[in-house]
């Protein structure tokens, strides 16, 4: 898996767009950009993935540069229950392992 | 989406003695179910792949003997911890490979806490 860059922290306000950037510059072609989130003392949950277009459901968008050396996760309404860890990692999806990085770790305030 | 679960949720128990924990994959089949761990304040750490009908496959580092899995069916993975030590101590975490309309997706478990005394 390319390695990802994540800042460590962010804070957002209750109702605001939450914007979560993720740096994957050496990613491959047949990497897709998948991300993740881990609220305090639960597993993971899948939130989305892309390769190159833009997608977006019921959770959240994922927008991903045309070169495809980052992308953005966005929660268009961020609540308190988005309080979380995200996690970003690019993965062929065929290959077996998810490596997690460090994460972002998103405040939600009121 | 898809759903994982493991028991038991949390456990807690004397150093030497063992502990299974279980992973199931409860509305598809799994094939290939993978098996972490989280040290406070830490990511995840992919310890074993556990294929079904076949050994796992350990991460450098994880100890085969001590953390023995098996996995007997396609919707069932089972950890022990033999001869638990309070450094085991950690959130114990599964996932399966599910493949849905939008490709290939990771569902996880909600985790197991053990503490080991």
């Known amino acids: 898996d390319a390695k990802t860059t994540q800042p460590t922290s962010m804070d957002c306000a209750e109702g605001r767009a939450a914007n979560l950037p993720c740096n994957h510059s050496?990613?491959?072609?047949?990497?897709?950009v998948y991300w993740y989130r881990q609220i305090h003392s639960q597993g993971p949950q899948y939130i989305i993935h892309?390769?190159?277009n833009n997608e977006t459901n019921e959770m959240a968008s994922l927008i991903i540069t045309e070169d495809r050396k980052s992308s953005t996760l966005i929660l268009p309404h961020a609540t308190l229950r988005d309080t979380a860890v995200y996690y970003c990692i690019a993965h062929t999806g065929t290959a077996s392992k998810l490596t997690f990085g460090t994460g972002t770790r998103l405040q939600v305030t009121l | 989406g898809a759903v994982v679960s493991q028991h038991p949720s949390w456990v807690i128990c004397k150093s030497g003695t063992s502990v299974k924990i279980e992973c199931r994959s409860l509305?598809?089949?799994?094939?290939?179910m993978f098996w972490y761990r989280q040290f406070p304040k830490q990511s995840l750490m992919l310890m074993a792949t556990s294929n079904e009908g076949s050994k796992a496959t350990y991460e450098q580092g994880v100890e085969k003997d001590k953390f023995l899995i098996n996995h007997a069916s396609l919707t069932l993975s089972t950890l022990t911890v033999t001869s638990a030590h309070p450094e085991d101590s950690s959130f114990y975490i599964c996932?399966?490979?599910?493949?849905?309309?939008?490709?290939?997706?990771?569902?996880f478990g909600p985790g197991t806490r053990l503490t080991v005394l």
């Open positions: 996932s399966a490979k599910f493949y849905a309309s939008g490709g290939l997706e990771q569902f």
């Open positions: 050496t990613i491959s072609g047949n990497e897709y």
């Open positions: 509305d598809f089949q799994a094939t290939t």
């Open positions: 892309g390769l190159k």
